[in-house]
């Protein structure tokens, strides 16, 4: 703690959700002024507490991916994302994921071939065409800022970011598709993220279904979500 005093802070956060779920940073942390139960983001404020302490001076941008790192480690989160002494590389299985998206991502907007690696995944682009289109998105960037304004990806108030494989928007229904080149686990925290998002970006979407789809495996969520504006989870 003394090396490294956000520590301290990350073991104060942990401890005191154990016993109260509530820690005094989440009171003033921005996720509880837009509403989203205070105990169920301590990871959060925790994250807030390391650079609002004057570790750095940055406005810190979220997304499940970073949480989810933050969780798995936050050791390696303050050094990936706050002190930026160690850049990750990535592994073999996370190139593959890129290139399988790239593809994907140039069949469903370009129109261009499948190359023949990725010929099995031809269905599900063509499934996806053949739902009611009044705009398909593809690797659709979307930012909210602190207020829960919409806002550029590299803007200075960018907040949360998520980024959509897939985002199909016909009239007052959306469509999210997320595709998953590794082994199935339906992580729904994901997928919240996105839906709330949607809901905050395109006002007039009222309902949303979602669905990952894991291709190495040739198979889609057994149970995907469906949300609706107004719901206590959104």
């Known amino acids: ?67 989810t790192k933050f969780e798995n480690c936050p050791k390696r989160y303050y050094h990936e994302r706050i002190t930026k002494e160690v850049k990750d590389e990535g592994g073999e299985a996370s190139v593959y994921g890129e290139r399988v998206h790239k593809a994907l991502e140039l069949r469903l907007r370009d129109k261009e071939p499948l190359p023949t690696e990725f010929l099995a995944y031809e269905r599900y682009c063509q499934a996806l065409e053949s739902q009611p289109v009044e705009q398909m998105l593809v690797e659709q960037e979307l930012t909210i800022n602190n207020k829960l304004k919409q806002t550029g990806w590299w803007d200075e108030d960018a907040w949360v970011r998520a980024k959509l494989d897939v985002l199909i928007i016909a ?56 949300y609706t504006r107004g719901d206590d989870q959104m």
């Open 1 to 67: 703690h003394r090396t490294y005093p956000w520590r301290a802070k990350l073991a104060s956060a942990r401890h005191t959700e154990t016993e109260s779920h509530e820690h005094p940073l989440q009171r003033e942390h921005p996720l509880v002024g837009a509403g989203l139960p205070a105990g169920h983001h301590w990871r959060v404020a925790a994250a807030w507490a390391v650079y609002r302490e004057g570790h750095v001076s940055l406005v810190l941008a979220h997304s499940h991916g970073a949480l």
């Open 171 to 226: 009239e007052k229904q959306a469509l999210i598709v997320d595709w998953k080149t590794g082994k199935p686990k339906d992580d729904w925290g994901q997928m919240e993220i996105c839906a709330a998002m949607v809901f905050l970006c395109y006002p007039q979407v009222m309902t949303i279904r979602s669905s990952y789809v894991w291709l190495a495996h040739g198979k889609m969520s057994s149970n995907p979500r469906n």
